[in-house]
């Protein structure tokens, strides 16, 4: 699936409470994201919306793996960014601690990360991510 085959007046799955096309629809259809926080939502947008594509361009090339494949069973609800250290407009990195809430057919499920971000050329990458501290 590509961003052009959706109907941009959905809201954006990320949770800010936009339409699709205002808020993450932009950076999927290429446009940068201003903050590593805004590029976090954009990923989980694609991971909600299977844009496995869109997951490769913005994974950093040194961790990117060659394939994606998304699981078709896994249905994401919800997005909590609990917290983001720089990664603003002006940063070269970041880090942005979020957990998404999804459902499989074996039930509910929370995955808690705390993800790392560089800037490079304009343009916000995803690097990796690991379990938050509690």
């Not at 959905?10 to 994201?33: E, M, V």
């Not at 926080?37 to 913005?58: K, N, V």
């Not at 998304?70 to 983001?84: F, G, K, P, Q, V």
């Amino acid at each position: 699936m590509s961003s052009s085959d959706l109907d941009a007046t959905i809201p954006c799955p990320c949770g800010l409470g936009s339409p699709y096309a205002a808020c993450c629809g932009p950076i999927h259809d290429g446009r940068p994201a201003p903050t590593a926080s805004q590029l976090m939502r954009s990923r989980y947008s694609a991971f909600a919306l299977g844009l496995s594509d869109y997951l490769l361009r913005s994974w950093h090339a040194s961790t990117r793996p060659s394939e994606l494949e998304l699981d078709a069973d896994t249905r994401w609800l919800r997005l909590i960014i609990e917290s983001a250290e720089h990664g603003g407009p002006f940063d070269a990195a970041g880090t942005v601690t979020f957990a998404a809430i999804g459902r499989t057919p074996e039930g509910r499920f929370e995955q808690r990360e705390r993800s790392r971000f560089v800037r490079e050329g304009g343009n916000w990458f995803y690097v990796d991510g690991d379990e938050p501290q509690a």
